[in-house]
């Protein structure tokens, strides 16, 4: 049976207009109409290219109800992309140092870190997010979030959310499960991307259920408590799709399309903004939110 949300959800993300928003001014919630689109493809499915450095604000109509203006920004691997021919890889990829001045000079210009748990309360009428607010995420669980990006997440005092696949674990490139443990265990949150990595709307609805109920249960049994934010393989997501992972007791998913205003009746459509192998910290700080560094700023603590 599906939810109360979970209908919510199927509401939410019925009858789709397109509407350019301008970013509201305060991280509290608001009852506003916004609307949600389907537009966003994933990688590595998608050739990443890098985009302009400000994202056009795209959100939603249909979804009436309390929403907030908060980026969560979607990265993948931090590590150096040797290969100048793989463009796919390149664009999934940020430098450690470059994730370094990223995450220093979001610290130096007052971002405050905040959960998908977090926004998700303040829509529902709980504490409102601070200022400056934004959500780090980081799709597929591969080693070198354990590896590269905690270690200066950590440094930073900065909470990040890791969609892990979780028929990858433990595979080459992947964290294994120690590795998973221990990134939950220093305060980061792990979510669920399902078992295999699929098309969620290229499957059967059973399937598709098996895929998202699989990877939660078994990344709970691993962790020892609930799992409550879950993302779209490839961002690919429909009405059906977004209602189970609303049936499968998520409190949130999220996609891939762009837009920074996060609505309650779209929280299985959070939007994200994607930063990769073209960002700098100046691109980087206009995605964040966040006043950008003086012209010819380094990091002083580079790596
Ligand atoms: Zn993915």
């Not at 799709?139 to 440094?155: I, R, S």
């Not at 109920?213 to 962790?223: E, K, N, P, W």
Request: glycine share 10%; with cysteine; proline share 7%.
């Amino acid at each position: 049976m599906l939810s109360i949300l979970a209908l919510a959800a199927l509401t939410a993300v019925s009858g789709l207009t397109i509407a350019s928003l301008k970013r509201a001014p305060l991280h509290t919630a608001t009852a506003v109409s916004r609307a949600t689109s389907f537009t966003g493809s994933d990688a590595p499915r998608s050739a990443l290219r890098p985009g302009p450095p400000a994202p056009a604000r795209v959100a939603t109509l249909a979804s009436a109800g309390p929403c907030v203006d908060v980026p969560i920004l979607l990265y993948h691997y931090i590590r150096v992309d040797n290969n100048p021919h793989d463009q796919v890889g390149w664009g999934l990829s940020v430098s450690p140092a470059e994730f370094r001045a990223q995450m220093d000079w979001l610290r130096r210009a007052g971002g405050r870190t905040v959960t998908l748990a977090q926004v998700i309360d303040a829509l529902d009428g709980g504490p409102a997010l601070p200022p400056r607010a934004v959500v780090l995420t980081f799709d597929d669980g591969y080693a070198d979030f354990a590896t590269a990006a905690l270690p200066v997440l950590a440094g930073d005092g900065f909470v990040a959310t890791d969609f892990v696949v979780s028929g990858f674990i433990g595979r080459s490139g992947y964290m294994n499960p120690t590795q998973v443990v221990q990134a939950d265990q220093d305060g980061m949150i792990i979510g669920a991307h399902t078992v295999d990595h699929v098309d969620l709307t290229a499957l059967s609805t059973a399937a598709a259920a098996a895929e998202i109920d699989v990877s939660r249960a078994t990344l709970q049994r691993l962790l020892r408590h609930p799992v409550r934010d879950f993302a779209y393989p490839y961002g690919d997501v429909n009405p059906v799709v977004a209602g189970l992972a609303g049936a499968a007791g998520f409190d949130d998913a999220v996609g891939t399309s762009m837009g920074t205003v996060q609505c309650s009746a779209s929280r299985y459509l959070l939007h994200r903004t994607r930063v990769g192998g073209g960002d700098t910290v100046w691109s980087f700080a206009v995605k964040a939110g966040v006043q950008g560094p003086p012209r010819g700023w380094q990091d002083p603590s580079p790596i």
